[in-house]
């Protein structure tokens, strides 16, 4: 017998999902900028079956108007119900097919983690460290603080 509860509503099962899932750990490095951050491929392989086990599904879709491209995210639940987290979008002029490809990529990550309300550790590959910015919990992981991300609560 499962000790898992079931749940009354598509809310409850998004809840239970997102309470579930954890923080990732960076498994690549950007060649540019040397900085680790999480593949697409690792980051849908920690979050779908957590969702599929609380019966949601990650949507994304390609949005694109006015000289920009980006995505929208959504969980999608078995009974029918959408939860939209928004779209993200990015400038696409003067960018070439391969650029646009990679900034989807990026777009499609990020999108990911925010709508799961998970991190990356250390997760700098849109190069924050290179634009001069850091926020006071990257510059104490950069000058030895916690390396690892605290887990989110179960």
């Known amino acids: ?25 960076a498994n690549k490095v950007n060649p540019g900028f040397k900085n680790r951050y999480v593949s697409l491929d690792a980051l ?26 980006g995505i929208n995210t959504a ?8 939860f939209d987290f928004g779209r993200l979008m990015v400038k696409a002029e003067g960018l070439d097919a391969q650029k ?24 700098d590959d849109g190069a924050v460290a290179a634009s001069g910015f850091r926020s006071a919990a990257t510059s104490q992981s950069i000058l030895g603080g916690a390396s690892t991300p605290r887990p989110l609560t179960k």
Do not use: W
Not at 9 to 25: G, H, Q, S
Not at 50 to 61: E, P, R, V
Not at 108 to 122: E, F, K, N, P, Y
């Open 1 to 25: 017998m499962s000790t898992t509860p079931k749940s009354q509503t598509p809310t409850a099962d998004l809840v239970a999902a997102l309470a579930e899932l954890d923080n990732v750990k």
């Open 44 to 69: 849908l392989d920690a979050i779908k079956p957590i969702l599929f086990s609380h019966n949601l599904a990650l949507i994304q879709t390609l949005v694109s108007e006015e000289g920009k491209v």
């Open 75 to 82: 969980f999608l639940h078995a009974s029918g119900e959408r």
């Open 100 to 123: 646009i490809g990679g900034a989807i990529t990026y777009i499609r990550r990020q999108s990911i983690q925010t709508a799961c309300g998970i991190s990356v550790d250390l997760d």
